[in-house]
């Protein structure tokens, strides 16, 4: 091979890196289910229709049992559920939540994507992952395939990976521990995952958090990890009670319809340091005992 067609594939290799992390610059409304408005450059929020292209600097707030999704260039998909207000700035690869619940799906080499809240920023590569914030309530963050990045306004980190959700305080100074959730009951039970109103994620996704359930299918065939009496509501719930489980055991549930922790019997952990709710069962990375 020639030193000229070793430059021009380094060149065409070059062209497509810069493509593939292109800023955010417009993105359209591919879904919108009841009310769903836009706000451009802080202007006064519009209603918008499917097939609607935004672009600049937006804001998409959506209403009681309204939902949206957004299609960018790179095959970006964002969900957004009901009563959130989500922002994208234009120009960049930084999206932010005021408010809500949505749905990210970044694909593989699209230069990744950065999600922010007031107090906590998820840095996220070619992933799958679904995050709520009721602020000064709580923020909760699950990753369906791949990993991301979490760091907190005290510049702590942590690395949340396949199948783990945290749900913390949003001015906790420290992370808590990940827990597993499980990954097949949550893209059964959250509108953002419902195919029927929302079409399927791309193939390639939906084969990675395939295997994310696979995994936990063989763990728990292995007793490595079992169903526990924990249930948490996913981002943009849709049914279920509270269900049963081995009190000693460490995987949750997600199908309830409680509006935080429930099926312990407890609340919310103040102060995001990694313990479960009064009353629920026990530390969530014990192995379960032996027979």
């Known amino acids: 091979m020639t030193t000229k067609t070793l430059i021009t594939i380094a060149a065409c290799a070059s062209v497509i890196g810069s493509l593939s992390a292109a800023p955010f610059k417009s993105a ?5 289910i ?13 209603a918008v229709n499917s097939g609607q292209t935004i672009g600049k600097s937006s804001t ?3 209403g009681r049992d309204s ?9 970006t998909i964002t969900r957004i559920g009901a009563n959130s207000v989500f922002r994208f700035t234009s120009g960049s690869r930084d999206m932010a939540i005021d408010k809500g619940s949505f749905l990210l799906q970044v694909p593989k080499n699209a230069g990744g994507a950065t999600i922010r809240t007031a107090t906590v920023t998820a840095a996220i590569t070619g ?23 979490l760091t907190n306004k005290f510049g702590e980190k942590i690395t949340i990976k396949a199948g783990q959700m945290i749900v913390m305080d949003p001015d906790a100074k420290e992370f808590p521990k990940p827990v597993i959730v499980n990954v097949q009951k949550l893209m059964k039970t959250s509108i953002l995952t419902n195919s029927k109103i929302f079409g399927e994620l791309s193939p390639v996704a939906m084969r990675l958090i395939a295997q994310t359930v696979e995994i936990q299918m063989n763990q728990r065939r292995e007793a490595a990890i079992l169903p526990t009496g924990i249930t948490v509501s996913g981002p943009d719930f849709r049914g279920g009670g509270p269900s049963g489980g081995d009190p000693r055991t460490v995987i949750i549930s997600v199908d309830s319809g409680e509006p935080f922790f429930g099926g312990g019997g407890g609340t919310a ?3 995001g340091g990694g313990q479960l709710p009064p009353g629920s069962p026990g530390d969530p990375f014990l192995p379960p005992p032996p027979p």
């Open 28 to 32: 359209v409304i591919s879904k919108k």
């Open 34 to 46: 009841n009310e769903v408005k836009v706000s451009e450059q802080s202007k006064e929020a519009k």
């Open 60 to 62: 998409i707030l959506t």
């Open 67 to 75: 939902r949206a999704e957004l299609s960018f260039p790179d095959q």
């Open 127 to 149: 992933t799958t992952v679904m995050m709520e914030y009721s602020p000064p309530n709580w923020v909760k963050f699950i990753c369906l395939e791949g990993e991301a990045v």
């Open 269 to 271: 952990p103040p102060g």
